[in-house]
């Protein structure tokens, strides 16, 4: 389970901000989109067997997200990445609301796709490897098996044949 305290929430945006105020960050040329960024809301990421695995803090630049800060699950920074290298390319720039619960019209996509389907409550996680992070929602239907659903930011995708995992304890 995530120590998710306020506590924690903090120092987690702390450290993520104080590590974009580097000098190595602040001089590249790829990271400059950074500049102008403060640390959003840390968003918890569980493996796709629903264990807790580590922490997401996104670099917020008015709307959108220009970057990110990996943690692991006791706090401690692991890589710092961009989604658009530059300070001029916003191509590549998430919205920040991605980080809160995957778009709505893309839940409504699925939801008229898979119609008679339950769907899950959607959990932040990982298709695989933790480099393609995403948000996981599964699919029921009376007796048939589970289907898999990850929602990136722009589009979404099913993983046909594998097993959703047992989630329980």
């Known amino acids: 389970m995530f120590d998710s305290s306020d506590r924690v929430i903090q120092s987690l ?16 040329e790829g990271f400059r989109s950074l500049r102008n960024s403060v640390s959003g ?12 695995e580590f922490w997401i803090v996104p670099y917020v630049s008015g709307a959108k997200s220009t970057g990110f800060a990996f943690f692991d699950k006791n706090q401690k920074l692991i890589r710092v990445g961009v989604f658009s290298p530059g300070s001029k390319d916003v191509s590549g720039t998430v919205d920040v609301s991605y980080f809160a619960q995957p778009p709505s019209e893309i ?32 699919l029921v239907k009376g007796n048939e098996e589970a289907r898999l659903v990850y929602i990136l930011p722009g589009s979404w995708y099913e993983v046909k044949g594998e097993k959703v995992p047992d989630m329980e304890g």
């Open 107 to 138: 839940i409504d996509d699925i939801a008229a796709k898979f119609a008679g389907y339950s769907l899950s409550k959607p959990v932040f996680s990982y298709d695989g490897t933790p480099a393609k992070w995403s948000w996981r929602l599964e």
């Open 41 to 52: 809301e840390p968003v918890p990421v569980y493996s796709p067997s629903g264990t807790p």
């Open 13 to 28: 945006k702390k450290i993520a901000r104080k590590e974009i105020l580097k000098g190595y960050i602040l001089e590249s």
